[in-house]
């Protein structure tokens, strides 16, 4: 079989021509040996009306299988001619035929060498597709983490105006003044806590003595 790709044939057809007759080749071949079938039970048949003849069905198989492979030999031989014939023929495109979706082709030619630095070009243009899309998706990421350090602040600034309000509550508007007397009354808390740790533990020792 021809081992020609006939790309175009197969673009005009929809099929590539040697697919084409393959299946030709395998449909005639599957009729031959269905033919041989038919042949060999019309014989067993006709030996049935003569019951003391001394052909024996082996021999009939053999003599079959004997036949068809000649035959199959032969027609082997006919069906290369005529796939030769076919794909020269009836399944070939003239090289000076252009189909008519490809007549763009004609009007726009293009040399192998326009056609490659055609392809470099839309290569380096997906390489900075890629890279404009890497560096926006390191922009969208830097954004998510400037929102997430921006609601801490807001948080921050929250806590400052609450702390800002419990001072002018307390009578001190000065932020100054505030801090220092969160500074004072956070002195004066760590000096309680201490005093009360201290007498837990006396508390427990004269546990331990009773």
């Known amino acids: 079989m ?44 006709k030996l049935d009306r003569f019951p003391n003849c001394k052909i024996s069905p082996f021999q009939i198989r053999k003599s079959t299988e004997k036949f068809l492979l000649f035959m199959k030999e ?13 794909l020269q023929l009836v399944l070939n495109i003239p090289k000076n035929v252009l189909l008519p ?21 839309i290569h380096q243009l997906q390489q900075q597709y890629r890279a404009e899309a890497s560096a926006g998706q390191a922009l969208r990421a830097e954004l998510e983490e400037q929102k997430a350090v921006q ?26 003044e505030s801090f220092a007397f969160l500074t004072q009354n956070s002195k004066k808390l760590q000096d309680v806590l201490k005093d009360v740790e201290e ?5 427990k020792k004269h546990d331990q003595l009773l």
């Open 74 to 86: 032969h027609f082997d031989k006919l069906f290369s001619k005529m796939e030769e014939v076919l």
């Open 2 to 45: 021809s081992v020609n790709p006939m790309a175009y044939e197969a673009q005009f057809f929809g099929f590539t021509p040697q697919t084409c007759m393959l299946r030709v080749y395998i449909a005639f071949q599957d009729y031959l040996f269905e033919m041989m079938l038919v042949v060999e039970s019309v014989i067993l048949k």
């Open 101 to 121: 979706e490809d007549k763009v082709h004609e009007q726009y030619p293009y040399s192998k060498e326009q056609f490659q630095a055609l392809q470099d070009e």
């Open 199 to 203: 007498k837990s533990k006396r508390i």
């Open 151 to 176: 609601a801490e602040l807001e948080k921050i600034l929250q806590w400052f105006d609450g702390l800002e309000n419990i001072c002018r509550e307390h009578g001190t508007s000065n932020f100054k």
